[in-house]
């Protein structure tokens, strides 16, 4: 694939039934119905490029804990991780320990894989495709039809430049200058700031990132702070839910396709700012989410959400540098739909 010469949105084939932007079909070959989506646009010389980035011999890891969170989601349940023996197992008389865990895949840093959210009209995920049970059941990769993390592993996972645009840190030093106090100064990430891109590229020229064709961009808001030490101030603020992302605009979904990421990853609950807006400004219910459809199904843009970005920020603050080598593995399960990351940001 020559990622020198990818259509921008309103020059991508049109799709029958489907808005003009779909990708479906675009990244096909040889007859064959693509399942990774944007994870095309890691081409051997794009990923060796990437590499480039790891120079300085630090690793830093993005994985918040799977039990982080201490205002976990309605319906979906905490880790449970039971601890054993191998002598109360049963499996054998020696001296040692098994455990394990049960757990929901969207309750701390997570992928989103190209069938957790659909295109709502059509109700198809990626490319087309219906999502059914049957078919998220498939036994092995080879006969999973669903487009989901698995995968990624037959091309060695995810290998990329990633990018982080520090908001919260951007945001409060520019508040600080302009001599503001008390909540004004802070960017605090349940108070729904619906970060624009014209906001994402100040942040970039003021961190001295130029985007590439597949970056993984990753945003942060400072929301992992407060999801896992809340204060009773944040609780209360939790009682009218705006929860700070990106905007979730058409804007904005051309922006992501037309600066062709691999993916995109966040700190918050959903990448995208929570509740959602419709063009017109009316505020709306989680069901009209604008990025998720176009990025999940139309675009086959993975999203990552609750990624801890702490450290990275610390680091990159340090260093004065905002781009990195990015790993992921995802965990191998046929038919996953979320899963870990397993991501490294490497200097």
Not at 80 to 102: F, R, T, V
Not at 171 to 184: I, N
Not at 188 to 204: S, Y
Request: glycine share 8%; aromatic share 8%.
């Amino acid at each position: 694939m020559d990622t020198n010469s990818l259509p921008d949105f309103d020059s991508l084939p049109s799709v029958e039934g489907m808005p003009q932007g779909c990708a479906w079909g675009f990244f096909d070959r040889d007859g064959k119905k693509d399942l990774r989506g944007t994870l095309n646009l890691l081409t051997q010389p794009v990923v060796a490029a990437a590499c480039a980035e790891a120079r300085d011999g630090v690793s830093i890891s993005l994985n918040w804990p799977l039990n982080g969170n201490r205002m976990p989601f309605p319906g979906r349940m905490q880790l449970a991780h039971k601890i054993m023996k191998l002598s109360d197992s049963g499996l054998s008389k020696s001296c040692g320990w098994d455990d394990e865990l049960h757990f929901n895949t969207q309750a701390s840093s997570q992928w989103d894989s190209l069938v957790h959210w659909q295109e709502q009209e059509s109700k198809l995920a990626y490319n087309g495709i219906e999502v059914t049970h049957e078919g998220l059941s498939a036994s092995s990769t080879s006969e999973n039809k669903m487009p989901t993390l698995d995968h990624w592993h037959a091309s060695g996972g995810l290998v990329a430049r990633g990018v982080l645009i520090d908001y919260k840190a951007w945001y409060e030093a520019k508040a600080a200058a302009e001599g503001k106090t008390g909540e004004d100064a802070v960017c605090h990430p349940f108070a729904g700031h619906r970060i624009t891109v014209e906001q994402i590229e100040t942040v970039a020229r003021d961190q001295g990132v130029e985007f590439r064709t597949g970056d993984v961009l990753i945003i942060r808001t400072g929301m992992i702070e407060v999801f896992e030490a809340p204060q009773p101030s944040d609780l209360a603020k939790l009682q009218t839910p705006q929860l700070s992302g990106m905007h979730g605009n058409l804007e904005s979904a051309k922006w992501l396709w037309n600066k062709h990421f691999a993916a995109v990853a966040s700190d918050s609950v959903a990448f995208e700012a929570l509740m959602p807006m419709r063009e017109d400004g009316t505020v709306v219910g989680p069901e009209e989410l604008v990025l998720h459809p176009w990025l999940l199904s139309m675009f086959g843009m993975s999203i990552g959400e609750l990624w801890d970005l702490q450290a990275l920020s610390a680091h990159c603050k340090k260093v004065n540098r905002y781009s990195f080598l990015l790993t992921s593995a995802p965990l191998n399960v046929p038919g996953l739909v979320g899963s870990p990351p397993n991501a490294l940001a490497i200097f």
